[in-house]
């Protein structure tokens, strides 16, 4: 079955860098645009990146742009997101979310946790 697992989350002082992977399974992961999604609490859940399934072409929310970087390696069936220079506003969960074909249904991680503060 499919899975998607988030990992490297945790607290960070603002102005930090972060890795988060999301490790994938039980799909084609090269044939998958691959997202990162947060959800801070109290608010809707936001997009924050995507990548191509190939990894030629990626793009940012506003709020991240130039701080963060969505890679992936097909090989290894992971995505990763670099984040840098981070903010308190940064903190909330974040969530892997594949999606391949119109009609193919996404699936999404658990989520792993980032805060930000002093």
């Known amino acids: 079955q499919v899975q998607l697992v988030e990992s490297g989350g945790g607290l960070v002082q603002p102005g930090g860098s972060l890795r988060l992977s999301c490790a994938a399974s039980?799909?084609?992961?090269?044939?998958?645009?691959m997202s990162w999604y947060r959800q801070a609490p109290g608010k809707e859940r936001e997009l924050v990146a995507v990548?191509?399934?190939?990894?030629?072409?990626?793009n940012y929310a506003d709020s991240v742009k130039g701080r963060f970087t969505i890679s992936r390696d097909n090989a290894k069936y992971t995505v990763y997101l670099q984040m840098n220079s981070l903010k308190p506003e940064d903190t909330a969960v974040y969530y892997c979310?594949?999606?391949?074909?119109?009609?193919?249904?996404?699936?999404w991680g658990q989520g792993t946790q980032v805060t930000v503060s002093s």
């Open positions: 039980g799909f084609t992961f090269s044939t998958y645009a």
């Open positions: 990548i191509t399934g190939a990894g030629s072409l990626s």
């Open positions: 979310y594949a999606k391949g074909g119109t009609w193919t249904p996404g699936y």
